[in-house]
């Protein structure tokens, strides 16, 4: 079975509901086609800068680039996109109660931006491990409190079965945590520039191995409970004069702000 493909009209329950299904699915048109054509042109070259990774789970034909936002202000359309933010307010963002004295507080995560990068696969790649990328907070599966993680995989260039296009495994993210994953359980993520696939963290996947004879350019960017830790250290990929040179938005997804009640809070003078 291959991953299903909505059109960007879908709504947000049609998104989650072959999300809860499969643990990924394909937007068609996730961005417009000139944002499309403005992020390749933002971050070609910088890529092109760029040497090859070093070992094995990064790649060796495969070079990539964090940092999105100090980059190509193209890169906020991504995080905006409303099914994207829809799909990670689903997973992540139901409140609980809590007690305070006597008295019930509804809280409610925020989300953040955990990681972003540019993964550009060349020709000679072979395919990734299939991972979990909850992995990095040790997240325990079946999930029982909440996913970790709504992430999504940009299409700069056209995703083939033959470019490296996503290795996912469908229906992985219900798995116990004592199943691996089998290369011949995953289908590849076949979709136009400007698609997006959208996945949570507890779904096997990979990227592909490039046979083809150009190179597969994706942008991946991660929607995160905002009281874990960031993957991607963002308070030193954008310390405050960078930050302070993003759209409110972005700069509050990224890691400036806390999340309800308390987490990340600081103290500033005379505030
Ligand atoms: O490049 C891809 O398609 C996926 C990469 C990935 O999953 C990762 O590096 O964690
Ligand atoms: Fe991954």
Sequence with gaps: MGLTTLEPTASVEEVVAVIDRDGGVIIRDFLDAETTAGLEADLRPILEGHGFGDEDFMGKRTRRLGGLFKHTRHGAAIVRQPLFRGAAEHYLCPPITVW????????????????????????????????RDDMVWLWRHPVGYRQARVQTM????????????????????KWPDDR???????????MTAG???????????????????????????????AFLRQEENAYLTYPPEVAATLDPDIRRLIGYQASEPFMGYIEVDGA
Excluded: C
């Design 180 to 190: 691996a994953p089998k290369r011949e359980e995953a289908v590849s993520t076949e």
């Design 100 to 131: 305070t004295g006597e008295e019930p507080l509804e809280v409610a995560p925020r989300i953040q931006v955990g990681a972003t990068q540019v993964i550009d696969i060349y020709p000679g790649e072979g395919a990734q491990m299939l991972h």
């Design 195 to 225: 698609s997006a696939l959208i996945w949570i963290g507890a779904t096997y996947h990979g990227g592909g191995e490039n046979r083809s004879d150009s190179s597969r350019t994706g942008i991946t960017v991660t929607l995160d409970l």
């Design 154 to 173: 940009f299409a700069v260039t056209d995703f083939t079965a033959e470019n490296g296009g996503t290795l996912v495994v469908p229906g992985s993210h």
